[in-house]
């Protein structure tokens, strides 16, 4: 525990600009993503040591704290960076390789409540960004980038580079085309009040 913690804190480097140990306390005071990873690894501790009902009671004031939601018995490596953690869900069974990166409402779990254990195998150095949804028995190898609000439900290849494509279509308001027309604008996307 003692060793990844290091590790983690180490991470911190990525973000912080102060020198040692005065961003370690800063972290420790305000950064809720780090609050949420030293929380994690008390309680998976305890789970992994079967200490009953401190692994989960820790689990839980850390979603309290920080809303950050880590199943104590996910196996995480060392380095971990979380940065703006609210929202972010990790399952139980999920296992992330060393230094990845988790950004705000990443969730990484299985498909269903009765498929628990079908839960994603993360590779080292993966960077996973906001909104980013890893769902089932998937693996995602070394190296990896998962982009904002992508979905990924296969195995993805190390190095491999994940974005949503999705296009948005910006057309002007029917009746705003009609309104700017009475008002004597000659293009339908220049709206004046009438």
């Known amino acids: 525990m003692l060793d990844n913690l290091r590790a983690d804190t180490r991470r911190l480097l990525v973000i912080k600009s102060k020198p040692f140990p005065w961003y370690v306390v800063e972290s420790l005071l305000f950064e809720t993503g780090y609050q949420a990873v030293v929380l994690h690894r008390i309680a998976h501790w305890f789970k992994s040591h079967r200490i009953p009902a401190l692994g989960p009671a820790v689990a839980r004031l850390n979603q309290f704290l920080t809303g950050v939601d880590i199943g104590p018995a996910a196996e995480i490596g060392p380095g971990l960076l979380i940065v703006h953690g609210q929202g972010i869900v990790v399952g139980g069974h999920a296992r992330i390789g060393s230094n990845a990166t988790l950004l ?9 409540p009765d498929r628990r254990e079908r839960m994603p195998v993360i590779g080292d150095d993966v960077f996973l960004a906001a909104g980013a949804r890893l769902i089932g028995a998937i693996t995602v190898g070394d190296g990896s980038f998962v982009g904002v609000n992508a ?7 190390p190095g491999s580079r994940v974005v949503l494509r999705g296009a948005v279509e910006v057309t002007p308001r029917r009746d705003a085309a009609e309104g700017s027309a009475a008002a004597g604008g000659s293009n339908p996307t220049d709206v004046r009040p009438p």
């Open 151 to 157: 979905v990924v439900t296969q195995d993805v290849p």
């Open 104 to 112: 705000q409402q990443v969730t990484i779990g299985s498909p269903s």
